[in-house]
């Protein structure tokens, strides 16, 4: 983009995001949704394989992660207004159509983006999250409902962060266990642990799960944009009939890839396998 400048925040309805912004300042813009309980550390691996190919990445810190973004209440934290953040920082930057890059709760982000948002998304591309149609779906025609059962937990007022700040008292061993058992690495792991139990994120955090219940219809909305859906043989949270759905819910050219042997944290375990699909992905 001519007179491009980097950013390190964006502003929307007084709230502040922090933005790691990378890559050729003329390059197409590239933005990286984190999930949970995530920030845009999660990227440090996959992005610079897009930058050697000339894409900028904004890599934002979102609601309820960055410092300066954590509204109470968990009407604040429905997908709608989850979007509209990444607009915002969108319109920020002055970027045009964009690719639009989620993983875990990042990836339903972009999806919502990528049906209700096609003026501004040129491509989306998921990782781990089906479509949230196609997750629904699964929850009563496969063993979701039963893998789901942390995201009703997370409903409950004030257990959750009982717990898991228990869990994290003496240097959050099991908490960073559980991770490891997903696929993530122990740097990884003890650095989003300590994040959750030290940053002031952990209830935030959680409000993206309680938010749930107030997510507009819109979100069901097929995807016309082309798609790359990216999942995993090995995600203990996720099982194959939200991915096998999910071809119904994009009428945009759609790519759907298993990646073999990894987890739930792709962006960690596979940055190499997933650079290379979307880098086809986003010049096609």
Do not use: C
């Amino acid at each position: 983009m001519t007179g491009a400048q980097r950013i390190t925040s964006f502003a929307r309805d007084g709230w502040i995001f922090d933005v790691t912004d990378q890559g050729p300042l003329d390059g197409d813009v590239v933005v990286l949704l984190h999930g949970f309980p995530q920030t845009a550390k999660s990227w440090e691996l996959l992005a610079p394989l897009l930058h050697a190919s000339g894409y900028r990445t904004l890599a934002p810190d979102q609601r309820g992660y960055s410092p300066r973004a954590r509204p109470r209440g968990r009407f604040a934290y429905r997908l709608s207004e989850l979007a509209d953040d990444a607009l915002a920082l969108i319109a920020a930057v002055g970027a045009g159509r964009v690719h639009v890059v989620g993983h875990d709760w990042g990836a339903s982000v972009a999806w919502t983006l990528g049906a209700t948002r096609p003026d501004v998304v040129a491509t989306v591309t998921a990782l781990s999250v089906p479509h949230p149609a196609a997750f629904i779906r699964s929850l009563f025609t496969s063993r979701q409902l039963l893998m789901s059962w942390y995201m009703f937990f997370f409903q409950v007022p004030w257990i959750p962060e009982l717990v898991i700040r228990q869990i994290s008292k003496g240097g959050r061993t099991s908490l960073v266990a559980g991770r490891m058992t997903a696929g993530q690495s122990e740097a990884n792991a003890r650095r989003d642990a300590d994040f959750l139990a030290n940053s002031g994120a952990l209830a935030p955090a959680l409000n993206w799960y309680r938010g749930m219940p107030f997510n507009s219809p819109k979100r069901l909305a097929r995807v016309t944009v082309p798609t790359l859906f990216i999942n995993s043989d090995g995600d203990p949270a996720l099982s194959v009939k939200g991915a096998e759905l999910t071809g119904r819910y994009v009428t945009g050219s759609y790519t759907f890839r298993t990646l073999k042997g990894v987890g739930h944290w792709i962006p960690e375990q596979a940055a190499r396998e997933v650079a290379e699909l979307l880098l086809v992905h986003l010049a096609r």
